[in-house]
């Protein structure tokens, strides 16, 4: 059985260790840590997932903005959502999408999330869409397709996104 826990209940070298084993180890000079650099995960949305004690999953939230080039249009708080890790040995078992859910369940589903990752998975089980994404600036290069959004509250058009370094 497993069980989904706040982040918070679990180790931060172990948290490291999965990370590592589910992406290369160039994962740190992505655009996506780039983006989140300074800023502390949301513990609320947040996740590790447990199975006979082990950790097999996690997935880690942070408070950025949206700050559009418009100056008659305000500053739009949004999450970023990643990394979602499973441990290799588990993946394909409905651990990415239990943890997805925990996030958007936290974020009662109307909360403008982002994440750099496969349209393939984010868009099909989670409706996630680059449709609003085109002209967002990143701190770093991003393949535009994988640059994803949902939520009532997305912005659209040109602007940059960066840290936040409170909740809104
Ligand atoms: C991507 C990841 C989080 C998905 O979690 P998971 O528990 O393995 O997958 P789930 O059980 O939730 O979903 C499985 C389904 O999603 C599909 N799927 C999984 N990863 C996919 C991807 N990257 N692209 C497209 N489809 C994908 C599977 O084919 C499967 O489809 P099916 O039900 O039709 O057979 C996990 O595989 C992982 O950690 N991968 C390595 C790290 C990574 O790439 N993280 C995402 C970027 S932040």
Redesign the pocket.
């Known amino acids: 059985m497993i069980d989904l826990v706040p982040i918070g209940e679990v180790d931060d070298a172990a948290i490291e260790r999965l990370l590592d084993d ?2 290369d180890s160039e994962r740190h000079g992505r655009t ?1 840590y780039l983006l989140r650099a300074g800023t502390a995960s949301i513990p609320t949305f947040s996740f590790a997932a447990i199975e006979d004690g082990a950790l097999v ?1 996690s997935i880690q939230c942070w408070p950025i903005w949206f700050v559009p080039d418009r100056s008659d249009m305000r500053a739009v708080p949004m999450i970023l959502v ?5 441990t290799p040995s ?11 859910g925990a996030a958007l369940d936290a974020a009662q589903n109307d909360a403008a999330m982002m ?4 349209p ?2 984010y868009g ?2 989670f409706n996630f869409s680059a449709e609003h994404t085109a002209l967002w600036r990143l701190p770093g290069p991003v393949e535009r397709r994988r640059l994803l959004a949902r939520g009532a509250t997305v912005p659209t058009g040109a602007g940059e996104v960066g840290a936040r370094c409170t909740v809104a």
């Open positions: 589910a992406f996506a999953g990643g990394p979602v890790a499973v588990r993946q394909q078992d409905g651990i990415g999408r239990r943890l997805m994440l750099i990752g496969d393939e998975y099909r089980f």
